[in-house]
């Protein structure tokens, strides 16, 4: 299975779903201006935000990987948004030939091997994000973006399957939002004194195995009732 081909196609299914078919025009249904770039960047500043980088306060306190992780998997969406979003405008091809140049990547074989925890200094890590927020400003290639978001993966605690997994629950969590009001402003995003996100790693960490269905089933059981 090409994991990275089938997260392009869920990523495909959510946007037309969520924003009208011919999003990739950069409008919504609704009419609304898409920018992936600038929730890319937002997505990288709430990363470095789980990062004791403050010199004024929390100066003894630990990254923390766990939240990281999930800010990665956002970022991932829409990075993964953009791409779509270029190949289409672009004309420069489907989205097997957007995969399979994610896969040709120079990093790619590092990123499907075992998880990498040679953990750096916070600020060096820090940098690595970035340098994919740099790449963004600078209208770098949809190949250059994908390349810079592996190593903020990889230094986050992502492989290629660790990344599929979180992907396809944060995927499933999004569709669940959408179902229950999120647009709206009607969704309850903290369950049981913790957010939802939480929830749903925990539904993971469980069930390794759990299926789409399956995962979103769990999560409409844990829903808290108005």
């Given at each position: 299975?090409?994991?990275?081909?089938?997260m392009?196609?869920?990523?495909?299914q959510?946007?037309?779903?969520t924003?009208?078919?011919?999003?990739?025009?950069?409008?919504?249904?609704?009419?609304?201006?898409?920018?992936?770039?600038?929730?890319?960047?937002?997505?990288?500043?709430?990363l470095?935000?789980?990062?004791?980088?403050?010199?004024?306060?929390?100066?003894?306190?630990?990254?923390?990987?766990a939240?990281?992780?999930?800010e990665?998997?956002?970022?991932?969406?829409?990075?993964?948004?953009?791409?779509?979003?270029d190949?289409?405008?672009?004309?420069?091809?489907?989205?097997?030939?957007?995969?399979?140049?994610?896969?040709?990547?120079?990093?790619?074989?590092?990123?499907?091997?075992?998880?990498?925890?040679?953990f750096?200094?916070?600020?060096?890590?820090?940098?690595?994000?970035?340098?994919?927020?740099k790449?963004?400003?600078?209208?770098?290639?949809t190949?250059?973006?994908?390349?810079?978001?592996?190593?903020?993966?990889?230094?986050?605690?992502?492989?290629?399957?660790?990344?599929?997994q979180?992907?396809?629950?944060?995927?499933?969590?999004?569709?669940?939002?959408?179902?229950?009001?999120?647009?709206?402003?009607s969704?309850i995003?903290?369950?049981?004194?913790?957010?939802?996100?939480?929830?749903?790693?925990?539904?993971?960490?469980?069930?390794?195995?759990?299926?789409?269905q399956?995962?979103?089933?769990?999560?409409?059981?844990?829903?808290?009732?108005?």
């Amino acid at each position: 299975m090409d994991k990275i081909l089938q997260m392009l196609e869920l990523q495909q299914q959510l946007n037309d779903a969520t924003n009208g078919l011919g999003w990739e025009n950069g409008v919504t249904k609704n009419g609304k201006p898409i920018d992936w770039k600038r929730c890319t960047y937002l997505e990288c500043a709430e990363l470095i935000e789980s990062y004791p980088w403050k010199h004024w306060k929390n100066i003894d306190a630990k990254p923390d990987y766990a939240n990281i992780k999930i800010e990665a998997v956002d970022i991932w969406h829409f990075i993964m948004s953009q791409g779509l979003e270029d190949y289409k405008r672009g004309e420069l091809g489907s989205i097997d030939t957007l995969a399979r140049n994610i896969n040709d990547l120079p990093n790619f074989t590092v990123f499907s091997g075992e998880v990498q925890e040679n953990f750096t200094d916070s600020y060096e890590q820090i940098a690595v994000v970035e340098e994919l927020m740099k790449r963004l400003f600078c209208d770098s290639s949809t190949e250059k973006l994908m390349e810079a978001f592996i190593e903020v993966a990889m230094q986050s605690g992502l492989n290629l399957d660790a990344l599929y997994q979180l992907y396809v629950g944060k995927n499933i969590l999004n569709k669940f939002r959408q179902d229950h009001g999120y647009k709206e402003g009607s969704y309850i995003k903290i369950w049981d004194g913790q957010e939802d996100n939480v929830t749903m790693q925990g539904i993971l960490e469980e069930n390794e195995d759990i299926s789409p269905q399956a995962l979103y089933e769990a999560l409409e059981a844990a829903y808290p009732a108005k």
